[in-house]
């Protein structure tokens, strides 16, 4: 690889990767995109426009065969939002010729140049790659609290939101059932774990839904229902600035949220919480959204990380290696707009999908033999829906409050749906739920089965720099 440090941190880069050596001339390079988030996606649509079928191969390794526009999360919890509105087909069109590989990556070699796969069939198998684009995206963070992976819920994945909902509107049906007084007040409260985004929405699209699901049990006090939303920072969504920030906090507040700020979780029990300022709040339900790390593939690679990311230049690329590449949450890749030594971007859609772009310019680039171009993005803002007309936004830096505030939050993620049909979807569940309301029905269909944060994200499933070599070297190219 040939690196040209003089242009590192210019648009004008003359940033060259050599096409790799020992490549088959013969077959067509190979690029294993793994991942289909934002980041993945956006990269393997955009190879499938620029690069002539005869030019690489595509494949994209992914557990689902959707996108997953997790923003909207919050409102398939709440039910605003159907759960298949936001999952974006990867097999919708006839055009898209990425071969897929349903499967999870578990590790990869980077020097043998091999990603080992595992499978949906759960075979394992090793995947030979030219060029390797890493976009597995974070998992929910969480800290050594006692009770904490065994009792809690995230808000990370589609099955997460979905159950989330049913569970919720369960607390109701149990509560209304229930003779004992102390059961009905734990079932009717909630609490939420983390006041950045995810949790600040969660906590008010769920509490809203409660709030009106409430009026259809008679029996109920809605006095009861109490909704908690706690942090350890002592400020809710510090990117939004002082004053917006306190402005969220208000809404919150006089919508009956508990805020507490400056407090954590100290352990979590089946029935109740214990928060790190002594309090008890016997509850059956513990949403957790304190943050995220990067996926655990990247912890297989035993490259250089930066708080768990991986490190890469501004041009996407992995220092060292041939032919890779990283972004998104997954990746630390550095904040050039920002304009601040050693600042790396948030971990957002925002930058996940343009990095995409970047990184499929710059795979081609390198294919190609021409310059690499390092990624450059000035954040447009923040945008944060609390459900019906309460919303906070600052688009580019102007802070906004209420209905304009919603309007710009609902038209940015509107416009940002990659699918007509999706944006059809999101539109008139939008219309449907502001005519007629929810039903707040609960399907039942996963009752009984196990959903709490270590059941949903697989963490466990990942093989050590160790094995990965092992089964690389020792095993055939293909599957076991
Ligand atoms: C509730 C919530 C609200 C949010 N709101 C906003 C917002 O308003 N604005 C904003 O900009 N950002 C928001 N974000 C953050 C944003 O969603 C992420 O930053 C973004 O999804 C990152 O994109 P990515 O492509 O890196 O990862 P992801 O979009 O998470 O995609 C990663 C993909 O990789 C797959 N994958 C994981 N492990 C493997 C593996 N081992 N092998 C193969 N595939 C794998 C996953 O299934 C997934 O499809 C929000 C996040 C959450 C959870």
Redesign the pocket.
């Known amino acids: 690889m040939r690196i040209d440090p003089g242009h590192a941190n210019g648009d004008e880069s003359d940033r060259r990767l050599e096409p790799q050596k020992g490549m088959d001339t013969v077959t067509r390079p190979r690029i294993l995109v ?8 956006e990269c393997v649509r955009r190879l499938e426009r620029k690069l002539a079928p005869d030019e690489a191969d595509v494949t994209l ?4 065969s959707y ?2 526009y ?5 409102q398939v919890a709440s039910g605003v939002l159907t759960p298949q509105s936001i999952a974006l087909s990867l097999r919708r069109s006839r055009r898209y010729r990425t071969r897929i590989l349903p ?4 590790g990869v070699d980077l020097k043998a140049k091999v990603c080992v ?1 595992r499978t949906i069939t759960d075979k394992i198998v090793n995947e030979p790659y030219d060029y390797i684009v890493l ?5 929910t963070r969480t800290f050594d609290i006692p009770g904490l992976t065994e009792h809690a819920f995230g ?3 589609l099955a997460e939101a979905a159950y989330v909902r049913d569970h919720v509107i369960s607390q109701l049906d149990l509560a209304d059932a229930s003779e004992d007084p102390a059961e009905r007040a734990a079932r009717l409260q909630f609490v939420v774990v983390g006041g950045g ?2 949790g600040t ?2 906590a008010a699209c769920l509490q809203r839904l409660t709030h009106a699901a409430v009026r259809r049990y008679p029996r109920l006090d809605p006095g009861l229902i109490k909704w908690h939303l706690i942090d350890i920072a002592p400020r809710l969504m510090p990117e939004l600035g002082e004053k917006l920030g306190r402005s969220a906090q208000e809404i919150l507040r006089r919508r009956g949220i508990d805020v507490s700020l400056g407090v954590s979780l100290d352990k979590a029990g089946a029935q109740e919480v214990t928060f790190t300022d002594g309090r008890v709040v016997p509850t059956r339900t513990l949403i957790w ?1 304190a943050g ?1 790390v990067a ?3 990247i912890a297989t690679l035993g490259a250089e990380t930066v708080r768990g990311r991986l490190l890469v230049d501004p041009e996407l690329t992995v220092p060292g290696q041939d032919g890779v590449f990283a ?4 990746a630390a890749v550095p904040d050039l707009a920002k304009g601040q030594e050693g600042a790396i971007c ?8 343009r990095q ?1 772009k970047r990184v499929a310019e710059n795979v081609i680039a390198t294919l190609r033999g021409e310059p690499l171009h390092p990624y450059v993005h000035k954040d447009l803002g ?3 829906d609390l459900g019906g007309k309460d919303a906070v936004s600052k688009p580019l830096g102007v802070e906004l409050r209420g209905v304009p505030a919603q309007a710009v939050a609902r038209g940015y ?1 509107w416009s940002a749906l990659r699918t007509g049909v999706a944006k059809a979807r999101v539109m008139t569940n939008w219309l449907l739920n502001a005519a007629a309301g929810d039903d707040f029905v609960r399907t039942g269909f996963q009752a009984r089965k196990p959903a709490r944060l270590k059941d949903f994200e697989f963490t466990d ?2 093989l050590t720099p160790e094995q990965v070599r092992a089964r690389v070297e020792g095993g055939a190219v293909g599957s076991q």
């Open positions: 793994v991942g289909a988030g934002f980041a993945g996606v390794v992914t557990p689902v996108q997953l997790l923003p909207l999360l919050p499967g999870g990556a578990i796969v976009a597995p995206g974070s998992v808000m990370k994945t985004y995810a929405e969660t959204t995220v996926s655990p593939l972004l998104g949450d997954s948030p971990p957002t859609a925002q930058h996940a999908s995409g923040l945008v944060v993620h499933s990942y």
